[in-house]
DNA sequence: ACGCTAATTGACCGATCGGTCAGAGACTGC
DNA sequence: GCAGTCTCTGACCGATCGGTCAATTAGCGT
């Protein structure tokens, strides 16, 4: 059994590694990115990131695996929820989701956006799998082109904002993560809710 | 000056690895994507791919420039029109942008999503600045986080559901692109009308 | 039939890829 | 002080990377 101090800098590594390479992952995908990269960004030899993680696919697994539980949690607390009205359950749930994405932001990124060449790997097929089950939880029975074009822009188009939209960002206007949270929970929640008649 | 034979050979063989390369550079990245994997999806050798285009990045500025050059143009004829009040012309330009997304879908989706990492190539400049130009026009003259959120989410999304979106589409659900034009458009000019008090 | 050019290819180049391995320091418990 | 383990590293491996080049093939006008 290792000391606090010997896991505290194994601990520390090995989180200074999973950071540099999500941000190469979402940025430059994960074919494009090199070990060597990784490495250096972090400040280490390439055969440390390997004494680190078994593989380039283990260390992807370790680096977006939390954000894939965390979606795979928040799905199961909507499924199994059944006080309060639909409205009410649909806000937690993309209050939720917002959180997740604030906070996972890279690696919901990789997932969304390589979820397709990559899905040979067991982690990004569990996370492929959890979207799909998002999808349906937030069209329920209701399977019309509108309500998959609403989800999938929604979900995408945050994913999107969050990461590669900082290219497009104005200079200093930059909100900060509470102002975003603030505005995504009450777009995303706006964009999912087809403009019902105000009556209904 | 090349018979006409010649002329089509030459363009076809262009095109058709034009459009092999595009369909990995929007899936697994441009750097995650070998000549040789470009040359094999079009069935040409890897000598072929660089006999038609100089390099790498010249096949990828190739592929990529009439998606450019099509915002390019649908913004200087949103900024020029002068006719209509503002919600006729806002309409068309959404109609105009959706158009764009559906025909080269694969291109916006590289120079959105990799607009950041590849940011010193100069087909992904200028793309970055009509991006950003396309998001001063649309926000206008309001500059609150929600207007910048609400065109993230709307561009992101819209890119993110006709290309990785299909990772997540249900088995024999999958609309036409037809389907797809019309629920976009609506979906997106309503995404941009910040949920307007229905007397307004 | 001939020469010319466009199109295509395999052989090859230096660099870099993911990954292996033996060993060098650093720190532990004894 | 010493053995043992954890962390980290450079040297090295076969494969593949983007790119060059000379040679081959095919089709054109004359």
Redesign the interface.
């Known amino acids: 059994m290792p000391t606090d101090a010997r896991t505290t800098t194994r601990v520390r590594a090995a989180d200074e590694l999973k950071h540099a390479a999500l941000e190469q992952f979402s940025?430059?995908?994960?074919?494009?990115?090199s070990l060597q990269h990784i490495a250096d960004e972090a400040g280490y030899a390439k055969s440390s990131v390997l004494y680190h993680f078994a593989s380039k696919e283990a260390l992807l697994e370790a680096a977006i695996e939390p954000a894939v539980a965390g979606f795979e949690d928040v799905l199961e607390i909507f499924l199994a929820g059944r006080g309060g009205r639909r409205d009410a359950r649909r806000h937690e749930l993309v209050d939720r989701v917002v959180d997740l994405l604030l906070e996972h932001r890279e690696a919901v990124h990789v997932f969304?956006?390589?979820?397709?060449?990559l899905?040979e790997l067991p982690i990004i097929a569990r996370a492929?799998v959890a979207?799909?089950r998002l999808?349906a939880a937030v069209c329920e029975e209701r399977?019309s082109?509108?309500d998959?074009?609403?989800f999938?822009?929604?979900?995408?188009?945050?994913?999107?904002?969050l990461t590669?939209?900082?290219?497009?960002?104005?200079e200093a206007?930059m909100?900060t993560d509470d102002?975003?949270r603030d505005?995504?929970r009450?777009?995303?929640a706006?964009?999912l809710t087809p403009?019902p008649t105000?009556s209904n």
Chains 1, 2 share one sequence.
């Open positions: 940025t430059v995908g994960f074919a494009g990115t969304l956006t390589q979820g397709q060449s899905a492929n979207v799909r999808a399977e082109v509108d998959q074009v609403r999938g822009i929604a979900l995408g188009g945050a994913a999107f904002l590669a939209g900082r290219t497009f960002a104005d206007t909100p102002e975003l505005a995504l009450r777009i995303i706006d964009i403009a105000p």
